[in-house]
């Protein structure tokens, strides 16, 4: 029988997954949990825990990272919604025995948990080196992204995120009450600053890192 600890914040989606779990002849829910708090409280004897990602008090990978000091020897699988390699790379980097979708079928998070319980992996090596690829160049885009940011002054960083939300340049000045002279001003030393030859290039490089967002 595997002993298992659900940690997820959807209280809904947790009972439902706990139900479905204990319908299996040698699965058995002992314990559940809505935050990563509870999960470190859990006293019931646990040998594989299903962790959510997206927790209200802690990122779920630091959670799976202190579940194996309390727990060690223990399996841990994640159940996310989340697709972000940062977050993925951060959980194997954690100890996770592997990843699995929200969207997922029942059958097919009760064969993972199964095959981390067995000792098994849910992914192989090349699949995770690319994963820890991605990772690296989204750290370095987001690094980038914090150093272009640093040389833009507030009001620089308002111009472009009007410009990212399609005003013109006479609405952007009309709606920071500012001179169309002024706003050009401004625009020239965002250029200057991002090593931008156009606008439009500006604004790809600040949706790219982050700089400005885009509904």
Wanted: glycine share 6%; proline share 3%; charged share 25%.
């Amino acid at each position: 029988m595997t002993e298992l600890l659900l940690v997820d914040d959807h209280t809904s989606f947790r009972e439902a997954l706990a139900f479905m779990l204990d319908r299996e002849p040698d699965l058995s829910v002992v314990a559940q949990a809505g935050t990563a708090g509870e999960a470190r409280a859990c006293d019931a004897p646990w040998t594989v825990a299903v962790v959510d990602l997206g927790l209200p008090d802690v990122r779920g990978s630091d959670l799976v990272e202190s579940l194996f000091e309390r727990v060690p020897g223990a399996r841990i699988v994640v159940l996310t919604a989340s697709s972000r390699p940062a977050e993925l790379a951060a959980a194997y980097e954690a100890g996770a025995a592997g990843v699995v979708q929200k969207t997922a079928g029942i059958g097919e998070i009760i064969e993972a948990i199964r095959a981390v319980a067995s000792g098994r992996s849910l992914v192989d090596a090349s699949d995770l080196v690319e994963i820890l690829r991605q990772a690296r160049r989204q750290r370095e885009r987001v690094a980038v992204g914090r150093q272009l940011a640093d040389k833009l002054t507030p009001r620089e960083r308002e111009v472009l995120q009007a410009l990212a939300d399609g005003r013109s340049n006479r609405e952007i000045a009309v709606q920071l009450h500012i001179t169309v002279e002024t706003q050009r001003t401004h625009m020239v030393n965002i250029l200057s600053k991002l090593g931008a030859h156009s606008q439009l290039q500006a604004l790809v490089i600040a949706v790219r890192h982050g700089i400005v967002s885009v509904e």
